[in-house]
Every structure is written in C-alpha cells, then in structure tokens.
C-alpha cells in the first residue's frame, strides 16, 4: 500500500532516503504552460539539501535547449544536462545504441524536438513538414520503398496525416531491416486540466498496418532508463522517481528498480490509485510535489 506524505517527519525522512530525483514535467511541475503552485520553491529546497535533479519527460516536441527556455520563462533552474526527454534518449539510441549507418536516413513523423536532437547527434533525417499537406491518390502510388531510409521514428504530430502514415507503412513494410522506433508510447497527454490523444495513438496505427512493433524509447520502456544510469551513474536504490501517471512514470520506477513518488496534480486521481483493478502502486504519494516543502530546513 501507498504511503502518503503528510507530516514532516515523513517528508524528512523521505528525503533524506534519496540523492537522486527523476522528475516528470507535464503534470507535476506544470500544467501546459502554467507552474504547479510551491514548485519553484521545492526544487530550491532540494538543490540546497544537495540532492541531484534530473528531469525526465516522454514529450518529443521540444529539444533539451527548448526545454530549457521553458523552465526559464517559468522561473524555473534547469540546465541542457539535467532534461533527458524522449527525443533526446532516440537520438542517443540511435548514435550509441545500435551505431546508425550515416548513408542511411531517419524517416521521422513528430516535430521540431525530434529534428533538433537528430541534428545535434549528425544524424540525417527527413522535414515532417515537408509531407503535411494533403495527399489524393497519384500522391499515394508515387510513394515506393526507398532504401535510404534505415528507421522510422514516431512522436507526437499535431499534423499527422495519411500521407506520414503511408510513407512509413511503405518504408517498413517493404524492408525488414527498417528500425521502427517510438519515442514514447503514451495513449493520452494532459494539457490544462484535460486529456487529448498521445504519441501512442499515432504509433497504434502505424502498429496496426505493418504489424510490427516499435522498439519504445520513452517510460516505462527501460531503453530509456537503461540510457540515463549509464550517463549519470545512479544508483537506483537511492533514487526516486516522480511523477503523475501509474502507467508511465510510476511503472518506470518499479520496473527499473527505483522508489515512487505519486503526485496527484496530474492524470491520477486519489480515487484511481486506491482502484483495486490497478496492479502498479507507488511506494509513496503526495498531494503535490510542493507538499516535501513542509521538510525541515532548520539545518542547512
């Protein structure tokens, strides 16, 4: 059974368990472009307590240079080398993992995120912009397999469309050697209090027409966590991992061996954590995340 972190004693405690904390962004420090009250103040208070903080999103769409500009604008400290985000983890899996051919080419479906990691790791890749437009049916037989393309890589695109779809059910299809990666698979995303379709409604069709499946790249999927111990050292028995969703981030934890903290100013509500039907429990859960700043800071 969860333990929630109600009391300072607790909260103390808590910390003091751990040196690293791997934090989720959308959910947990803010909504859509909005700072989760107290926040701010709670990063401060674990930066003072000397506490290692590394931030961990599956959202592709923005770059780790992007993503610090964000923390910037909300107020927030964070450099280019605390943020692994989805896009990030497939540029290195790309590049470290399976050692990408530099003749070959990724054919990416997501937005500029996805390209800015690409470019950084030198690795060639198509514009998604350049297939938004609308397609009709002599633009569908001009598509034929292209040997060039060594992976199709899927995030999240808000303009998705049958030409993308068909582009990639042809590169994989036609070549079983095509790498079919994604960078996260989460069914939904929270944005201002609401739920919209995710990256893995995107990669469900993709999914559904080739019949393969992608090589995850985001959480839970260990590929990811696999990539940041080896960067950072972590020792899992000390870290914690933060987050709003049982089946993303909390499964991530147990699965990579890693204590759970639940907030509940995301997807997960009270009342779902305590569902029976649920098999993925945090170790802990809080209101939110503002609530360690009730931890004694008489002794820094």
């Known amino acids: 059974m969860a333990t929630k972190l109600t009391t300072r004693e607790a909260v103390n405690a808590f910390i003091d368990r751990h040196d690293t904390f791997l934090f989720d962004c959308d959910g947990v420090l803010w909504y859509g472009h909005t700072l989760i009250p107290g926040v701010d103040k709670t990063l401060e208070l674990l930066r003072r307590k000397g506490k290692r903080i590394l931030f961990v999103t599956n959202n592709s769409t923005q770059s780790r240079q992007a993503y610090t500009k964000k923390f910037e604008k909300l107020g927030l400290s964070a450099s280019e080398n605390e943020i692994f985000g989805s896009s990030y983890a497939a540029a290195v899996y790309l590049q470290k993992v399976v050692d990408f051919p530099a003749d070959k080419q990724v054919y990416v479906i997501g937005q500029a995120g996805i390209c800015d990691e690409l470019d950084a790791a030198s690795i060639r890749h198509n514009n998604p912009a350049d297939d938004s437009s609308t397609i009709d049916w002599e633009g569908v037989e001009a598509i034929t397999p292209d040997p060039n393309i060594g992976a199709v890589l899927v995030g999240f ?123 993925i429990t945090p170790e802990y859960y809080a209101d939110s995340l503002a609530t360690l700043n009730m931890a004694d800071t008489a002794d820094e």
């Open 157 to 279: 695109d808000m303009e998705i469309n049958y030409r993308k779809l068909a582009k990639a059910y042809v590169y994989l299809a036609s070549n079983p050697g095509c790498l079919f990666l994604a960078t996260n698979d989460d069914a939904s995303f929270p944005h201002h209090g609401r739920t919209f379709p995710g990256t893995g409604s995107m990669v469900a069709a993709i999914k559904g027409c080739t019949g393969r499946e992608p090589r995850v790249l985001g959480k839970p999927h260990q590929t990811m966590l696999d990539c940041i111990v080896a960067k950072y050292d972590l020792d899992r028995t000390r870290t914690c991992m933060v987050g709003d969703r049982l089946n993303t981030d909390i499964q991530f934890g147990v699965q990579g061996g890693m204590s759970t903290l639940l907030v509940l100013t995301g997807v997960t509500s009270e009342q779902e954590l305590h569902d029976a039907r649920h098999n």
